[in-house]
């Protein structure tokens, strides 16, 4: 069955860095748009990137554009996102998630999911 793996969660303070991995299995990955949602508590699951199948295209959201990039390794079946100048409002259980459809921003798209990873980013 399908199975996608999260890591590299962890305590940072303001400003640093992270790098998440996302391990697939059970599904030919370079066929699947990767996404990386989060979710805070008492808020909604939200959107941060997606790239597509061959990783020749990205897109992000907003709030994170200009300090998270995703990237693949289709030899290696994961997905990662890089994250610097972490803020507070990054915290957030974060998840990958992969998809063979359109729509790439919006969760319901994905059909399968990881069971996340926690990043918190201290003040």
């Known amino acids: 069955q399908v199975q996608l793996v999260e890591s590299g969660g962890a305590l940072v303070q303001a400003g640093g860095s992270l790098r998440l991995s996302c391990a697939a299995s059970g599904l030919t990955f370079s066929t699947y748009a990767m996404g990386w949602f989060r979710q805070a508590p008492g808020k909604e699951r939200e959107f941060v990137a997606a790239?597509?199948?061959?990783?020749?295209?990205?897109n992000y959201a907003d709030s994170v554009k200009g300090r998270f990039t995703i990237s693949r390794d289709n030899a290696k079946n994961t997905v990662y996102l890089q994250m610097t100048s972490l803020k507070p409002e990054d915290t957030a259980v974060y998840y990958c998630?992969?998809?063979?459809?359109?729509?790439?921003?919006?969760?319901?798209?994905?059909?399968?999911w990881g069971q996340g990873t926690q990043v918190t980013v201290s003040s």
């Open positions: 790239i597509i199948g061959s990783g020749g295209y990205t």
């Open positions: 998630a992969a998809t063979n459809g359109g729509g790439r921003t919006f969760a319901a798209m994905y059909g399968y």
